[in-house]
């Protein structure tokens, strides 16, 4: 199986905030309740805001299978904003390769620092990269109360992850 990735483009928007709608709400099942995805993610419909916040980030999108199968974004500064995988597209190098690019433009930067606010199902993944948790969070969204985690990951001269 073959991902491509490709830069966002604003007709990606309605796409993508489908997909961050889908892998709340079917991916993260196993680490957060049904209160807690919605009040994550309340409307299957896209709010106004959502396209300007894609195109104010560095907005990566990745494409197998013939769809549109998962999105990262990141501040210039290496804040990684939104990862976000279809719930089908998980564990299939999507998230792995929408990263991979991410980590190559904040070299290209030569940023030395990348930071990210990792939800219970993120985490795993951004450890498996070297990241390390700074802090463990509890944050509020909509009346719930969410666990999640400040994670970083200190990149070097040489252009290898410390780990």
Known sequence: MSVTIRAYHPDDARTLYSIFSEAIHKGT?????AAQRQAWAPSADMPDWWPDSLAKLETWVAEAGGEIAGF?????QGYVDFTYVRPRWMGRSVAQALYDITLERARGRNLTRLTTHASLMARPFFARQ???VDEMEIVDRNGEQLKRFAMSLTLDASHEQTL
């Open 29 to 33: 099942v196993a680490h957060y309740s």
């Open 72 to 76: 990262m974004c990141a501040t210039p």
């Open 130 to 132: 070297g990241w390390q």
